[in-house]
């Protein structure tokens, strides 16, 4: 027989890693929002580009501003899986933030894209919001310590 597995064992084996390690060509991620974001941004010019060019490329804002409805804000995530050693959880490639704003004619006024790098030094507020809604009331505490009283004592 023209093929015999006893003499050709080595090939295989060979053959075998170089076709499982050609599979991995490119990293796999996930990502969320606009893809390619920095790219993309360098596409609008300021004083220049409009509301409706700013759609073309991104389409719909991903949020506005609370204040202002000039102010328009996109995002970008992109999670890649770990090496061996870390399990392969996944790790933050990049997260940048693009912001818009406009003037009242809705010519581009300012553009500026924040990155992982930049938002280490955004300034964030202490202060914490006590959610009254989510506390339970009289009744309900007082019917819950019923319930576990009686539970406890069968």
């Known amino acids: 027989m023209f093929f015999d597995i006893k003499h050709h064992k080595f090939i295989i084996i060979i053959l075998f890693f170089i076709i499982s390690n050609g599979c991995t060509f490119q990293e796999a991620s996930k990502n969320h929002g606009i893809v390619f974001l ?12 409009n509301k409706n060019d700013v759609i073309k490329i991104f389409g719909q804002p991903h949020s506005k501003s609370i ?3 000039s102010e328009w804000i996109y995002i970008e995530r ?17 997260n940048n933030v693009l912001i818009l704003n406009f003037d009242n ?29 989510s506390q339970k009331s009289f009744v309900e505490r007082f019917l819950s310590s019923v319930r576990s009283k009686m539970y406890r004592n069968k």
């Open 67 to 69: 204040s202002d409805d």
């Open 105 to 133: 004619y809705g010519i581009l006024r300012n553009k500026k894209l924040i990155d992982k790098s930049d938002k280490k030094k955004v300034a964030f507020s202490d202060k914490e919001t006590k959610n009254e809604l």
């Open 78 to 94: 992109v999670l890649v899986k770990g090496e061996y050693h870390k399990l392969g959880k996944h790790i933050l490639k990049s």
């Open 38 to 49: 920095e790219n993309r941004s360098k596409k609008l010019t300021v004083n220049k580009s």
